[in-house]
């Protein structure tokens, strides 16, 4: 992944292309999930964190199997490495709470590592 420099990454689509990036090379989400892009197709608790995250300099995404949705909050990273780009990621359950946060350092030599 070629790293730029970081006020190239603040733009919302910049931060879901690197979301993207993140978490098909990170295995997060299962496979054959139909992503959701309409805060209106969310179970209403997450519809309503949706808005207040859209007010917020992060983005959210949604995937659905049919049955679960699985919902997260990414934003850029407060550690910023050598110039390299993280992710702070937020799962939420679909009553809107929060399960695990992660953050994640984009590497040269790696990908996608997490940050401890």
Do not use: K
């Amino acid at each position: 992944m070629a790293t730029e420099s970081l006020r190239d990454l603040d733009p919302p689509e910049r931060i879901s292309e690197l979301l993207e990036s993140l978490l098909a090379s990170r295995c997060i989400l299962p496979p054959g999930l139909t992503a959701l892009a309409s805060a209106r197709a969310l179970p209403e608790p997450l519809c309503l964190l949706s808005c207040a995250i859209e007010r917020r300099e992060s983005i959210w995404r949604a995937w659905t199997d049919g049955i679960r949705v699985w919902f997260f909050e990414a934003l850029l990273g407060h550690a910023r490495h050598h110039g390299q780009p993280s992710i702070e990621l937020i799962e939420y359950d679909e009553a809107g709470n929060v399960v695990r946060v992660l953050t994640f350092v984009a590497t040269f030599a790696y990908g996608w590592q997490r940050n401890t």
